[in-house]
């Protein structure tokens, strides 16, 4: 069951700087949060240790503080957690609702054909960990983009552990936000086609199903998203009551002109007073490039 408290989340990995495309996320997330009275948390993502950059996260923590985003309760790692989420598997194993899977990327098509759910591979072969999934609709209500369906068999069996050993964010993700009590989730439109399948393990392992809230997102000029591998550059803060006005426009949150040059913790009070999410219905994705 749910806290009654609304309870949300911002989940970077510490794969570098936060970009202007990461920070409009974190602050639609921190103004839905706080204009429900609720608690928002932070949370690093840094299970994809390959990925993780010295010093990302202490860029991170500057980052939020300098934009006034206080987060609730203490921070938690992923890399905390690796015993917990391997309980997990090894308990999915022993019910025969996972499988080993040793195909190179060279066999696999973007639908998995279920090549390896009935061989017997030994757990002594590189392998991944594969979940059964069958063809059921997946029906869920986003807050913003309304009514989703959609079938598993678009994905087929989905990996839930890596050949490399490194736990997949499908399955880290859903024991996370329920280590974290969280309601609800705020996250770019870019993840909505990722969340039948975290529903799915929800269902499966009798968790609650938070509310889903899922936001347009920021490109560049070539009609990408604002990322670390389009090589977004880092937000400035130079002058954060200037970033903050700019981000609370591209919401489409209507700031009045005078708010420009206001305190943030000024402009943050305005916003939460006057977060809308309807306005959001206006965005369409947007290019900062």
Not at 133 to 154: C, H, P, V, W
Request: with cysteine; glycine share 4%; aromatic share 8%.
């Amino acid at each position: 069951m749910f806290p009654e408290r609304y309870t949300s989340r911002f989940a970077p990995s510490p794969t570098g700087h936060l970009h202007l495309g990461s920070v409009f996320t974190a602050l639609a997330g921190f103004l839905d949060a706080r204009a429900n009275q609720g608690l928002w948390q932070l949370r690093f993502d840094d299970l994809d240790t390959p990925r993780n950059v010295s010093g990302s996260i202490n860029s991170i923590l500057k980052t939020l503080e300098i934009l006034g985003l206080h987060w609730d309760n203490a921070i938690d790692y992923q890399s905390q957690h690796i015993d917990e989420y391997h309980a997990i598997l090894l308990d999915l194993m022993t019910q025969e609702k996972i499988y080993r899977c040793n195909c190179s990327r060279k066999d696999l098509s973007p639908i998995y054909t279920q090549t390896c759910r009935h061989k017997k591979i030994p757990a002594a072969l590189p392998h991944s960990l594969r979940l059964k999934t069958d063809s059921r609709d997946i029906i869920f209500e986003d807050d913003l983009q309304g009514r989703q369906t959609q079938n598993l068999a678009e994905y087929g069996d989905f990996i839930l552990k890596r050949k490399d050993n490194i736990i997949a964010y499908q399955f880290a993700v859903i024991l996370d936000d329920m280590r974290q009590n969280v309601t609800h989730i705020v996250r770019g439109i870019d993840l909505l086609n990722e969340t039948p399948k975290q529903i799915y393990l929800q269902q499966l392992l009798n968790l609650p199903t938070p509310h889903y809230l899922h936001i347009p997102i920021l490109i560049n000029s070539d009609g990408k998203k604002l990322s670390k591998t389009t090589l977004a550059a880092e937000v400035v803060l130079s002058k954060p009551n200037q970033v903050l006005f700019q981000l609370l426009d591209l919401l489409e949150q209507k700031p009045p002109c005078e708010l420009k040059n206001m305190t943030v913790s000024e402009i943050l009070e305005w916003a939460i007073q006057n977060w809308t999410i309807s306005n959001l219905k206006m965005m369409k994705n947007i290019d900062c490039g």
